[in-house]
Protein backbone atom coordinates (compact mmCIF):
# COMPACT_ATOMS: atom_id res chain seq x y z
CA UNK A 1 0.00 0.00 0.00
CA UNK A 2 1.23 3.64 -0.98
CA UNK A 3 1.35 6.73 0.91
CA UNK A 4 -1.75 9.33 0.12
CA UNK A 5 0.15 12.07 -1.79
CA UNK A 6 -2.34 14.48 -0.77
CA UNK A 7 -1.18 17.16 2.10
CA UNK A 8 -3.35 17.58 4.66
CA UNK A 9 -3.89 21.70 5.46
CA UNK A 10 -0.90 23.18 7.25
CA UNK A 11 -1.32 24.04 10.74
CA UNK A 12 -2.81 28.13 11.22
CA UNK A 13 0.56 30.22 12.40
CA UNK A 14 -0.05 30.73 16.17
CA UNK A 15 -1.02 34.43 17.31
CA UNK A 16 1.59 36.73 18.45
CA UNK A 17 1.13 35.68 22.19
CA UNK A 18 1.93 32.35 21.47
CA UNK A 19 4.91 33.02 19.06
CA UNK A 20 8.49 32.17 21.49
CA UNK A 21 10.23 34.75 22.87
CA UNK A 22 13.65 34.38 21.47
CA UNK A 23 15.67 35.37 24.92
CA UNK A 24 13.51 32.77 27.30
CA UNK A 25 14.03 30.41 24.37
CA UNK A 26 17.68 30.76 24.72
CA UNK A 27 17.62 30.98 28.26
CA UNK A 28 15.93 27.48 28.22
CA UNK A 29 18.41 26.03 26.06
CA UNK A 30 21.99 27.70 27.42
CA UNK A 31 20.67 26.62 31.09
CA UNK A 32 19.30 23.43 29.98
CA UNK A 33 22.06 21.90 28.21
CA UNK A 34 24.68 24.10 30.52
CA UNK A 35 23.01 22.08 33.95
CA UNK A 36 23.32 18.94 31.69
CA UNK A 37 27.15 19.09 30.90
CA UNK A 38 27.39 20.23 34.42
CA UNK A 39 26.22 17.59 35.36
CA UNK A 40 27.93 15.08 33.12
CA UNK A 41 31.12 16.47 33.91
CA UNK A 42 30.78 15.96 38.05
CA UNK A 43 29.51 12.34 37.04
CA UNK A 44 32.81 11.77 35.50
CA UNK A 45 34.85 13.01 38.00
CA UNK A 46 32.72 11.75 40.82
CA UNK A 47 33.17 7.63 39.48
CA UNK A 48 36.60 8.12 39.75
CA UNK A 49 35.97 8.37 43.42
CA UNK A 50 32.08 6.95 44.57
CA UNK A 51 30.50 4.85 42.53
CA UNK A 52 27.15 5.74 44.59
CA UNK A 53 27.42 9.33 43.91
CA UNK A 54 28.74 8.96 40.14
CA UNK A 55 25.88 7.06 39.71
CA UNK A 56 23.60 9.36 41.28
CA UNK A 57 24.86 12.28 39.11
CA UNK A 58 24.78 10.26 36.00
CA UNK A 59 21.08 9.36 36.77
CA UNK A 60 19.89 13.10 37.01
CA UNK A 61 22.23 14.03 34.07
CA UNK A 62 19.70 11.22 31.95
CA UNK A 63 16.68 13.16 33.47
CA UNK A 64 18.10 16.63 32.13
CA UNK A 65 19.19 15.32 29.01
CA UNK A 66 15.11 13.94 28.87
CA UNK A 67 13.89 18.35 28.99
CA UNK A 68 17.27 18.98 26.64
CA UNK A 69 15.63 16.61 24.35
CA UNK A 70 12.35 18.06 24.48
CA UNK A 71 13.73 21.79 23.58
CA UNK A 72 15.16 19.82 20.37
CA UNK A 73 11.36 18.36 19.50
CA UNK A 74 10.40 21.87 19.77
CA UNK A 75 13.19 22.87 17.01
CA UNK A 76 12.03 20.01 15.19
CA UNK A 77 8.90 22.14 15.12
CA UNK A 78 10.35 25.01 14.53
CA UNK A 79 8.63 26.57 17.57
CA UNK A 80 11.52 27.49 19.95
CA UNK A 81 12.24 30.04 17.76
CA UNK A 82 10.62 32.74 15.45
CA UNK A 83 13.42 31.87 12.60
CA UNK A 84 13.32 28.83 10.67
CA UNK A 85 17.14 28.75 10.37
CA UNK A 86 17.83 29.31 14.28
CA UNK A 87 15.33 26.41 15.07
CA UNK A 88 17.76 24.24 12.51
CA UNK A 89 20.89 25.19 14.14
CA UNK A 90 20.10 24.97 17.87
CA UNK A 91 18.19 22.08 17.02
CA UNK A 92 21.44 20.32 15.27
CA UNK A 93 23.75 21.33 18.18
CA UNK A 94 20.96 19.74 20.70
CA UNK A 95 21.04 16.64 18.30
CA UNK A 96 25.27 16.12 19.37
CA UNK A 97 24.00 15.74 22.90
CA UNK A 98 20.69 13.66 22.89
CA UNK A 99 22.56 11.16 19.63
CA UNK A 100 19.38 11.52 18.14
CA UNK A 101 20.53 13.20 14.47
CA UNK A 102 17.93 16.26 13.95
CA UNK A 103 16.73 16.47 10.59
CA UNK A 104 16.48 12.99 10.22
CA UNK A 105 14.42 12.93 13.64
CA UNK A 106 12.45 15.98 12.77
CA UNK A 107 11.69 14.00 9.32
CA UNK A 108 10.39 10.90 10.91
CA UNK A 109 8.13 13.26 13.82
CA UNK A 110 6.58 15.72 11.41
CA UNK A 111 5.29 12.25 9.81
CA UNK A 112 4.20 10.80 12.77
CA UNK A 113 2.44 14.25 13.44
CA UNK A 114 0.75 13.49 10.00
CA UNK A 115 -0.27 10.14 10.65
CA UNK A 116 -1.12 9.61 14.10
CA UNK A 117 -4.74 7.70 14.65
CA UNK A 118 -4.52 6.93 10.65
CA UNK A 119 -4.88 2.85 10.58
CA UNK A 120 -3.51 3.35 7.29
CA UNK A 121 -0.75 5.22 7.39
CA UNK A 122 1.19 3.34 10.50
CA UNK A 123 4.59 2.53 11.46
CA UNK A 124 6.58 5.95 10.43
CA UNK A 125 7.80 7.86 13.60
CA UNK A 126 5.47 5.59 16.69
CA UNK A 127 5.38 2.74 18.22
CA UNK A 128 4.27 0.01 16.12
CA UNK A 129 0.92 -0.98 16.95
CA UNK A 130 -1.15 -3.94 15.31
CA UNK A 131 -4.66 -4.93 15.05
CA UNK A 132 -6.32 -7.99 16.82
CA UNK A 133 -7.02 -9.45 13.39
CA UNK A 134 -3.19 -8.66 11.56
CA UNK A 135 -1.68 -10.38 15.29
CA UNK A 136 -3.87 -13.47 14.93
CA UNK A 137 -2.35 -13.58 10.93
CA UNK A 138 1.10 -13.57 11.85
CA UNK A 139 3.23 -17.12 11.71
CA UNK A 140 4.43 -17.82 15.25
CA UNK A 141 8.04 -16.41 14.98
CA UNK A 142 6.74 -13.04 13.75
CA UNK A 143 3.85 -13.08 16.84
CA UNK A 144 6.72 -13.84 18.98
CA UNK A 145 8.58 -10.85 17.49
CA UNK A 146 6.14 -8.33 18.19
CA UNK A 147 5.38 -10.04 21.99
CA UNK A 148 8.53 -9.55 22.51
CA UNK A 149 8.76 -5.87 20.73
CA UNK A 150 5.66 -4.76 22.84
CA UNK A 151 7.46 -6.12 26.39
CA UNK A 152 8.12 -3.46 28.67
CA UNK A 153 12.19 -4.66 29.43
CA UNK A 154 12.43 -4.27 25.23
CA UNK A 155 10.28 -0.43 24.94
CA UNK A 156 12.04 0.64 28.15
CA UNK A 157 15.05 -1.13 28.34
CA UNK A 158 16.54 -2.89 25.22
CA UNK A 159 14.97 -0.35 22.82
CA UNK A 160 16.09 2.90 23.51
CA UNK A 161 19.45 2.14 23.87
CA UNK A 162 19.29 -0.04 20.97
CA UNK A 163 18.01 3.26 18.88
CA UNK A 164 19.78 6.08 20.16
CA UNK A 165 22.96 4.31 20.48
CA UNK A 166 23.07 2.13 17.08
CA UNK A 167 20.30 2.71 14.69
CA UNK A 168 20.38 6.46 14.50
CA UNK A 169 23.98 6.45 13.44
CA UNK A 170 23.17 4.16 9.98
CA UNK A 171 22.50 6.87 7.36
CA UNK A 172 20.80 3.99 5.87
CA UNK A 173 18.06 4.57 7.19
CA UNK A 174 16.92 6.90 4.36
CA UNK A 175 17.21 7.45 1.04
CA UNK A 176 19.96 9.30 -1.13
CA UNK A 177 18.04 12.10 -1.73
CA UNK A 178 17.02 13.15 1.45
CA UNK A 179 20.67 14.85 1.70
CA UNK A 180 19.86 16.84 4.90
CA UNK A 181 18.57 13.91 6.64
CA UNK A 182 21.66 11.44 5.31
CA UNK A 183 23.92 14.89 6.76
CA UNK A 184 22.49 14.96 10.33
CA UNK A 185 23.21 11.52 10.87
CA UNK A 186 26.90 11.54 9.43
CA UNK A 187 27.43 14.68 11.96
CA UNK A 188 25.95 13.04 14.47
CA UNK A 189 28.56 10.45 13.99
CA UNK A 190 31.63 12.67 13.63
CA UNK A 191 30.61 14.37 17.07
CA UNK A 192 30.09 11.12 18.59
CA UNK A 193 33.47 9.39 17.16
CA UNK A 194 35.46 13.10 17.95
CA UNK A 195 34.08 12.45 21.92
CA UNK A 196 35.13 8.63 22.54
CA UNK A 197 38.29 9.53 20.62
CA UNK A 198 39.13 12.52 22.84
CA UNK A 199 38.20 10.15 26.07
CA UNK A 200 40.46 6.96 24.24
CA UNK A 201 43.11 9.76 24.04
CA UNK A 202 43.64 11.46 27.31
CA UNK A 203 40.91 9.72 29.48
CA UNK A 204 39.34 7.15 31.13
CA UNK A 205 37.47 5.19 28.38
CA UNK A 206 35.67 2.65 30.37
CA UNK A 207 34.53 5.28 33.10
CA UNK A 208 33.14 7.58 30.30
CA UNK A 209 31.37 4.81 28.24
CA UNK A 210 29.78 3.52 32.03
CA UNK A 211 28.58 6.93 33.00
CA UNK A 212 27.38 7.47 29.19
CA UNK A 213 25.29 4.16 28.74
CA UNK A 214 23.41 4.63 32.33
CA UNK A 215 22.75 8.63 31.01
CA UNK A 216 21.25 7.08 28.05
CA UNK A 217 19.47 4.54 29.63
CA UNK A 218 17.55 6.87 31.62
CA UNK A 219 17.17 9.63 29.13
CA UNK A 220 15.78 7.32 26.60
CA UNK A 221 14.05 5.24 28.80
CA UNK A 222 12.10 7.99 30.10
CA UNK A 223 11.40 9.72 26.74
CA UNK A 224 10.04 6.23 25.57
CA UNK A 225 7.45 5.74 28.81
CA UNK A 226 6.91 9.67 27.73
CA UNK A 227 6.07 8.66 23.80
CA UNK A 228 4.29 5.39 24.77
CA UNK A 229 1.71 7.65 27.20
CA UNK A 230 1.19 9.99 24.57
CA UNK A 231 -1.39 7.75 22.36
CA UNK A 232 -1.15 4.00 23.66
CA UNK A 233 -4.41 4.53 25.73
CA UNK A 234 -7.47 2.04 26.25
CA UNK A 235 -10.10 4.19 24.24
CA UNK A 236 -7.43 5.47 21.44
CA UNK A 237 -8.57 7.04 17.88
CA UNK A 238 -7.64 4.66 15.31
CA UNK A 239 -9.82 5.70 12.17
CA UNK A 240 -9.44 5.11 8.43
CA UNK A 241 -7.86 7.61 6.80
CA UNK A 242 -10.85 8.73 5.05
CA UNK A 243 -12.29 9.69 8.63
CA UNK A 244 -9.17 11.14 9.96
CA UNK A 245 -8.93 14.58 10.92
CA UNK A 246 -6.03 16.32 12.78
CA UNK A 247 -8.20 17.97 15.54
CA UNK A 248 -9.62 14.70 16.43
CA UNK A 249 -6.16 13.20 16.02
CA UNK A 250 -5.03 15.68 18.81
CA UNK A 251 -7.92 15.77 21.07
CA UNK A 252 -9.39 12.81 20.86
CA UNK A 253 -6.41 10.33 20.26
CA UNK A 254 -3.37 12.55 22.46
CA UNK A 255 -2.68 11.70 26.06
CA UNK A 256 -3.23 15.16 29.02
CA UNK A 257 -0.67 13.19 31.66
CA UNK A 258 -1.18 14.94 34.60
CA UNK A 259 2.15 15.45 36.62
CA UNK A 260 3.55 17.30 39.54
CA UNK A 261 4.43 21.31 38.31
CA UNK A 262 8.02 19.91 38.79
CA UNK A 263 7.86 17.15 36.32
CA UNK A 264 5.61 19.03 33.88
CA UNK A 265 8.18 21.82 33.66
CA UNK A 266 11.20 19.13 33.44
CA UNK A 267 9.37 17.34 30.66
CA UNK A 268 8.81 20.46 29.14
CA UNK A 269 5.19 20.34 29.49
CA UNK A 270 5.58 17.46 26.58
CA UNK A 271 2.04 16.16 28.90
CA UNK A 272 -0.20 17.88 27.63
CA UNK A 273 0.30 16.54 24.50
CA UNK A 274 -3.12 16.75 23.02
CA UNK A 275 -2.58 20.44 23.38
CA UNK A 276 0.99 20.11 21.20
CA UNK A 277 -0.67 17.82 18.84
CA UNK A 278 -3.24 20.50 18.40
CA UNK A 279 -0.68 23.50 18.11
CA UNK A 280 2.78 22.35 17.41
CA UNK A 281 3.88 25.88 17.10
CA UNK A 282 3.48 26.73 20.42
CA UNK A 283 6.50 26.26 22.39
CA UNK A 284 6.68 24.25 25.28
CA UNK A 285 7.00 26.82 27.66
CA UNK A 286 3.79 28.31 26.73
CA UNK A 287 1.47 25.28 26.01
CA UNK A 288 -0.29 25.96 29.88
CA UNK A 289 -0.89 28.98 29.23
CA UNK A 290 -2.44 28.13 25.94
CA UNK A 291 -4.24 24.85 27.08
CA UNK A 292 -5.64 27.29 30.10
CA UNK A 293 -6.69 30.40 27.36
CA UNK A 294 -8.53 28.44 25.16
CA UNK A 295 -10.36 26.04 27.83
CA UNK A 296 -8.63 22.50 26.69
CA UNK A 297 -7.96 21.27 30.23
CA UNK A 298 -11.20 18.70 29.44
CA UNK A 299 -9.58 17.42 26.49
CA UNK A 300 -6.99 14.64 25.27
CA UNK A 301 -6.81 11.52 26.86
CA UNK A 302 -6.31 12.35 31.13
CA UNK A 303 -4.31 9.90 32.34
CA UNK A 304 -2.43 9.56 36.10
CA UNK A 305 1.26 8.43 36.66
CA UNK A 306 -0.78 5.09 37.59
CA UNK A 307 -2.68 5.15 34.52
CA UNK A 308 0.46 5.48 32.84
CA UNK A 309 1.85 2.47 33.83
CA UNK A 310 -0.97 0.10 32.91
CA UNK A 311 -0.87 1.56 29.52
CA UNK A 312 1.60 -1.41 29.14
CA UNK A 313 -0.65 -3.61 29.64
CA UNK A 314 -1.75 -2.66 26.20
CA UNK A 315 -0.97 -5.10 23.06
CA UNK A 316 -3.24 -4.88 20.07
CA UNK A 317 -6.52 -2.76 18.78
CA UNK A 318 -9.16 -4.39 18.46
CA UNK A 319 -11.15 -2.93 15.83
CA UNK A 320 -14.36 -4.47 16.80
CA UNK A 321 -14.25 -2.84 20.41
CA UNK A 322 -12.66 -0.03 19.07
CA UNK A 323 -10.45 -0.26 22.04
CA UNK A 324 -6.55 -1.50 22.62
CA UNK A 325 -6.77 -4.90 24.79
CA UNK A 326 -3.64 -7.74 25.68
CA UNK A 327 -3.17 -10.48 22.94
CA UNK A 328 -5.68 -11.94 21.48
CA UNK A 329 -6.25 -15.26 21.80
CA UNK A 330 -3.39 -17.53 19.44
CA UNK A 331 -5.37 -19.31 16.76
CA UNK A 332 -5.47 -23.15 17.34
CA UNK A 333 -2.96 -25.04 15.16
CA UNK A 334 -4.51 -25.87 12.30
CA UNK A 335 -7.21 -23.08 11.71
CA UNK A 336 -7.75 -21.63 8.68
CA UNK A 337 -5.89 -17.99 8.53
CA UNK A 338 -7.91 -15.02 8.99
CA UNK A 339 -8.92 -12.52 6.58
CA UNK A 340 -6.86 -9.45 7.78
CA UNK A 341 -5.35 -6.97 5.83
CA UNK A 342 -1.50 -6.86 6.26
CA UNK A 343 0.22 -4.70 8.36
CA UNK A 344 0.03 -1.11 6.67
CA UNK A 345 3.60 -0.47 5.05
CA UNK A 346 4.99 3.11 5.93
CA UNK A 347 6.49 3.91 3.01
CA UNK A 348 8.95 5.53 2.02
CA UNK A 349 10.10 8.62 4.18
CA UNK A 350 10.44 10.85 0.92
CA UNK A 351 6.98 10.24 0.43
CA UNK A 352 4.86 10.47 3.50
CA UNK A 353 6.86 13.89 4.21
CA UNK A 354 4.25 15.04 1.65
CA UNK A 355 1.66 14.41 4.33
CA UNK A 356 3.47 16.92 6.78
CA UNK A 357 2.45 20.55 6.27
CA UNK A 358 5.53 21.93 8.29
CA UNK A 359 8.32 20.14 6.42
CA UNK A 360 8.91 23.77 4.80
Known amino acids: MTAHPTPHTPHPAPTARWQPRTTRSLLHVVGTAGAYLLLTAASYVALARSMALGLGLAVLAGITLVRVFI ?93 FMFRFRLPTLVARSRVPERRSIWVTNLALVAVHGAFLAFGDWP ?28 EPYWVPHARWTLKDSALKGSSFLVLPRVLEWTFGAINLHHVHHLKPQVPGYLLRDYMQQHDLEGHGVRLGLFESLKAFRLKV ?23 AAPAPSPGRLDRLLTLSGEEH
Do not use: K
Open 317 to 339: YDASQGRMTGFPPTPPRGAPALL
Open 71 to 163: LQHDCSHRSLFARPSMNDRVGTWLGLLTLAPHAYWRAMHLVHHSTSGDLERRGTGDIVTMTADEYQALRPVERLRYRLYRHPAVLLGIGPVFQ
Open 207 to 234: RFVLMHLLITQVAAGLGIWLFFVQHQVE
